[in-house]
């Protein structure tokens, strides 16, 4: 594997061998290649399906979605159904820190990519396997996407107990917080690697994950053998637990310490409430979510949303206004830091991205990698491994690189 | 700062001294204690205002949700609004590897818990600041909490778009991310840390995470400049992304590729609609996502879950039932992956909690650390820096320590 330069960023020098797909696969190679790292997606003829899933494209393989989850990585297409495919593959993972894929186990296996096939051809390897279900439960190898996980690991379920019917997150929200803990797990392991000197297998199921992210929230009074109550935190799971009608528009006022409460009852102008014993304390008022969301609903609906903001900042009460998506790209606040960066994409033109969230005072990722066509960097990268140009137009005539 | 002996996990050895309260710190520390690291929770005489904020708990400041944020930590209770209690915090960071806060920058720097103080004292220190709103913009300083965060970043706009009207995700959503990005960086940082041997700021701004995950789902065609159509994703803005009813409960169906949806099609008797060409490729599902639905939506109201799962089982079509919060205690898979597990707490009794979801194989932390009543290791983690008895009673006399 070739050295890619210097990147800059907290991952500067970390090779990525990437096979994965749509989302929880990318937003963890991802979040690598931004902090720095050099990412290689490997990608099957067929191509990774999220290109074209999506709609709202200047070309039909590059979905503005693909290209959010796949920037600051390098493309090549190989058939690892073929053995010169499978191969270049493994002559990649010989060279690299990290492989993760979202294959699942079965066929990993059947490739000889399973972490102990890949340990022997490269012992400081770390393996990420991102799986469905974890090894060793009676779902392990069910294939699985995001709303699957949303239904089995409770995410739905809390929309049942806030409005009566299981919904989803409008977001393919367990592949999204997966692939981030993957991301984790990696930046983990490497740490131990410098230690030890060694690579390691990690298995991060989505199941298991989103049930840990549910229990965490909402396991609440049953997390005590025998229950002292009901699953669930009453606070979030309020029909009212939303962005609250003003007369002209919405807003999110959030009182939650006693000082703040009071501050928030002083402003609509019912001072007696601070006395109220439903209202007096923290735990009274989360026993009392209901009720304490109601006196909100009655007051916010009388004043704007400007008037309201203005109220509430002089008083240190939190309180936002509600931005629809459309409004995230005109936040006044987000222009101020930069947030949506321009970029020219040398076959998709002109584009714009979130920048990087987080930022490292030891340095950044300094220049941003287009999105990759697919097999953008196919005879790029073949020739950094070793591959003459001879064997790379052979690879692609027999149709194992393209 | 003591050595805490060895915890086993990629994280081993690792110090952190966690100023944090509520969800965004309390599961940034955990994912790192989880995982190894050491853990010292450092608390205001008022204590997190998580131990009373959820209801259902045998000890009033030990709600289950605190609990569940905080195992594998020790506590320490400090007003650090007091010269020696400070200097206490600052003794420990300097033996520290790792120091997280949630507190405004404006009172970190008052307190010199500031970064550039900090790395005065300690220059090997990561300080991983988490805050509200990244520096530079107009909003930060503001307080927020997360529905501040969700309705700002666009996570309730995109239940506008699916369902009307705005909402929340009914988990502290934005603060729990945060907090695993944080932890995601803050392993990036230690990984750094072995090449470079010196420390560095991490600012971590939760509206900039969270406006980030939201880009990334539902930027969509207005990722090109000039937009090629209107924001979002449109397969998860349907009114019915959501499980289905069956004639008896609930069921999640998800046919994504070609394969997939064709099996669909021919489980639930309409193989014509192979050919319709509104539901022949994934992007016409895509652009026909509302028609898919309600396909969906007609077909499964027919038979049982029961019935349905093992229909589409044999065609390898993904499908899964659904669970409340409560059904995930009874989830079969969870049970043969040992996900719930029986602690016995020193003052809370009998518990249950969610195991780690994510295994290493290079080891994994050993022993788990009950969540931390207020101030339970003050007097230990006291002594372990070096104070001797009397000074500890001089701490405990002017209230610096409790």
Redesign the interface.
Known sequence: MPEGGSTGG?????RVVDLTTVVVGP?CTR?LAD?GAEVIKVEAPEGD?LR???????T?SM???F???NRNKRGITLDIKRPEGLAALRRLIAGADVFVSNVRPAGLRRAGLD?ASLAALNPRLI?CGITA??S?????G??????????????????????G?????????TD??TG??????I??????R???G????????M???A???????????????????????????SPD???LPTSDG???V?P??DA?AHAFFEAIGRPELKADPRFA???AR??NAADYFRVRVAALAQRSTAAWLEIFAAR?V????????????E????Q??G?WQ?EDHPT???????????????GMRAATLPAPRQGMQTDEILAELGYSPAEIAALRETGAAR
């Open positions: 907290p991952l500067e020098g970390v937003i979040s902090q399906i074209r899933l999506a709609s709202g494209c200047r039909p979905s503005g979605k290209i959010n989850f972490a393996h279900f974890g060793g439960g009676r779902y392990a069910r294939p699985a996407y995001d709303p699957i996980i949303q239904s089995l690991s409770g995410v739905a379920g809390t929309f049942h107990r806030a409005v019917e299981p919904r989803f997150v409008p977001m393919v929200m999204h917080v981030l803990v993957a991301a984790q797990a930046g983990f392991a490497l740490y131990r410098e230690k030890t060694i690579g390691e297998a990690i298995e991060v199921p199941f298991e994950v049930a840990s992210f549910v229990a965490s929230e909402h396991l609440g009074a049953a997390s005590f053998d025998p229950p002292e109550g009901p699953t669930g935190d009453a606070r979030l799971l637990y939303r962005p919405y807003i999110t959030h939650n310490s703040q304390t923290a735990i989360t026993e240190d939190p309180a936002a206004r509600y931005n629809t998506i459309d409004d995230l790209l936040d006044p606040h987000l101020d830091v947030f321009a998709e033109g002109r584009l714009r991205h979130a920048r990087t969230a987080v930022t490292f005072g030891g």
